[in-house]
């Protein structure tokens, strides 16, 4: 099994990235499949996730309508556009993937972890 992050990089305050993640090595359709991302110094912080059997997402406030994730069954990727990046947004950025419905994630409860992606927003 393996999640396959890609997309970060080094960009300015208020443009945009799209973060991939390719999941293979099972079916993923029961799965909640996440983001997280995690800053110098401090913890993993859960972002967003969303469900392969509805259209249930969840986002924490912090980017709320600045981030959307979504995704594609038939190549069994996600994806997590982030747009207006703010310099707090800094960090690395994990795919995850639990198995069920419960769309807020802990980091202790995930099954399988993306290898990170760093995202740098300069101000």
């Known amino acids: 099994v393996q999640l396959q992050a890609s997309g970060g990089g080094l960009v300015q305050a208020r443009d945009s990235l799209r973060l991939s993640c390719a999941a293979s090595?099972?079916?993923?359709?029961?799965?909640?499949m996440g983001w997280f991302r995690q800053a110098p110094g401090k913890e993993r912080e859960f972002v967003s996730a969303m469900s392969w059997s509805g259209s249930s997402t969840y986002y924490t406030n912090s980017v709320k309508g600045r981030f959307t994730i979504s995704g594609d069954s038939a190549v069994n990727t996600v994806y997590l556009q982030m747009n207006s990046l703010k310099p707090e947004d800094t960090a690395v950025y994990y795919c995850a993937a639990r198995f069920g419905a419960t769309l807020y994630l802990l980091p202790k409860e995930v099954d399988y972890w993306g290898q990170g992606t760093q995202v740098t927003v300069s101000s």
């Open positions: 090595g099972r079916t993923f359709s029961r799965y909640v």
